[in-house]
């Protein structure tokens, strides 16, 4: 009885685990965007960027020409970024 208690444990285990990650933690929101403006979070598809999408950890932002977008994060700080860049956001740190 114990070997299928372990056995059906390991098997909801398995069943959560691609769920584990799949609901990352938001370290701020699109302010504004201009033109073009897009945002690759980890493991997911390029997107366009809108007022008020959030951006993640690790997330790749992209300008094209003639564009800009603007940036706001948990703290209250924000970030605007020009036309035709590429801004990975690796490490967010806030502090009181």
Not at 1 to 15: A, D, E, N, S, V
Not at 71 to 92: D, H, M, P, Q, Y
């Amino acid at each position: 009885m114990q070997k299928h208690y372990w056995f059906i444990c390991g098997l909801i285990g398995c069943m959560l685990l691609p769920f584990s990650n799949a609901v990352a933690e938001s370290i701020g929101k699109t302010q504004q965007a201009n033109n073009e403006a897009y945002g690759t979070p980890p493991d997911e598809a390029r997107r366009p960027l809108k007022k008020r999408d959030p951006v993640f950890q690790d997330e790749l932002i992209e300008t094209g020409a003639q564009s800009w977008v603007w940036l706001k994060f948990s703290g209250r700080s924000r970030l605007k970024i020009s036309a035709n860049t590429a801004l990975l956001l690796n490490e967010f740190v806030f502090d009181r």
